[in-house]
């Protein structure tokens, strides 16, 4: 296995895409096209499929779900040149964190991004484990903590897994300042660890932390002011980077309207670049939701994505 720069690959904006459905449960990747293409045109630069934003866990590794991963990695690099595709394996087990891992490999996935096991706790040597299992693939791994969703990264964890050599870097969303400086801290002992971050309403701080990259939710709807917050801050703009920052904080609000995946469904559905199917047992929004959602962002209408 070519060990690539963990550093290159997560830096930038990062698009952990939602999966566009043919039906609830079932993804598509013809009815991905328009989004991929608009996504394209307002400046990301690399995806992420089958993240808590993708409804990754709800999807089992059938041929459809093959299907989407490789159409929508094939499309992604027609259109930016080869841009980066990591693929989410998340899972409760090992076993299905590989299973997950060979049902995505057809798409070549530029590295599998994995949690540590969801549901039951586990210790650290068992953690470090499912990682290192990982190693099997032949796909380098970013490890990605979401301590919302699965056992947290601790400290002592994240030392361990700078070094193993298939580990290229980290996704911190946990939101707590101290664990991302230590995860940048760890990191810069490892050429070519990289780092990136999840937490939206602190992508700035994160940047200015040292991440090399952001993974906003919130960019499905607005990739323009994430793109722009990466490249005001590394143009040393202060003043519209924090501009950026304070528009992508307040269109976090849609979810105080509907939390999550479906919300983030409707307003692209509105838009013409998704359909509104969920898998179970997530349920689309109401009429009512999605009037209280396009009413919240239309004074954000310059920034939201446009097909």
Known sequence: MSTPDGRRLLG????????PM?????????????????LAAAGARSLMLLGSNGEGPLLPPTPALTAYVTGVAARWRELTGDGPVLVNVTAPGTADALARADAVLPARPDALVLSPPIYFHHRPDEILAHYTALEATGVPVVAYNAPRYSNPLTPALIDDLTRLPHVIGAKDSSGDPALLAHLIAAARRRPGFGVSQGAEHQALDAL?????????????????P????FAAHQEGRADDAERAQRTLTALLALHGVRPGVPAVKTVLTARGLCTPHVAAPFTPCTPDERDRLLALLTPYEEHLITP
């Open 226 to 229: 994430a793109a722009a917050l």
């Open 22 to 38: 043919a039906r609830p449960g079932v993804p598509s990747a013809e009815a991905a096209h328009d989004l991929l293409g608009a």
């Open 12 to 19: 930038g904006v990062m698009i952990p895409l939602v999966t």
């Open 208 to 224: 200015r932390a040292g991440a090399d990259g952001i993974v906003p939710g919130i960019a499905n709807v607005a990739p323009a």
